[in-house]
């Protein structure tokens, strides 16, 4: 029997805590294998101006949102220690495009993404990751309410 290949898509919030669980409540280690991919991301453009922060400032930036990703690709894990998930972190200025990327270059059956509570100004505004996720995959996305 083969084994399903999902990539839970964690930011760490409790929407990709309710995906982990709904993984652990419909698969087995023996029926699917996990990774849990995080995108690690510095969406303000730092630019070029006389305000700009300096080179060590900027990568002082980008490692710690590097470990702030860690951080949550690791906490979700955590509640899929069963699974023995494989945890990756990617880094992407836009997250829909970098999950996409990693996608195409690591084939799996479905991501799986939980659902966080915006307000639908905020996802009028800023889009949504899951919505992005839907329109952009061309593998299923399962989204976990």
């Known amino acids: 029997m083969s084994q399903f290949h999902l990539i839970l898509a964690s930011d760490g919030s409790a929407g990709a805590q309710k995906a982990a669980e709904w ?3 419909h ?3 023996e029926t699917a294998q996990v990774t ?3 995108v690690s991301h510095n969406p303000v453009d730092l630019g070029s101006s006389d305000f700009a922060p300096t080179p060590a400032y900027s990568e002082a930036l980008e490692d710690a949102a590097t470990n702030d990703a860690r951080d949550a690709a690791h906490d979700t894990a ?3 220690q069963d699974f023995h998930p494989q945890v990756m972190v990617i880094s992407g200025r836009s997250i829909v495009p970098a ?3 990693y996608v195409e270059q690591h084939p799996a059956d479905a991501i799986v993404i939980g659902r966080r509570e915006h307000s639908l100004v905020h996802n009028l ?3 949504s990751v899951s919505s992005g996720l839907i329109s952009e995959s061309s ?3 399962w989204l976990i309410p």
């Open 23 to 25: 993984i652990r409540q």
């Open 27 to 29: 698969f087995t280690a």
């Open 36 to 38: 849990v991919l995080t």
């Open 78 to 80: 955590s509640w899929l």
């Open 99 to 101: 999950i996409i990327a």
């Open 125 to 127: 505004l800023v889009g």
């Open 139 to 141: 593998i299923p996305v």
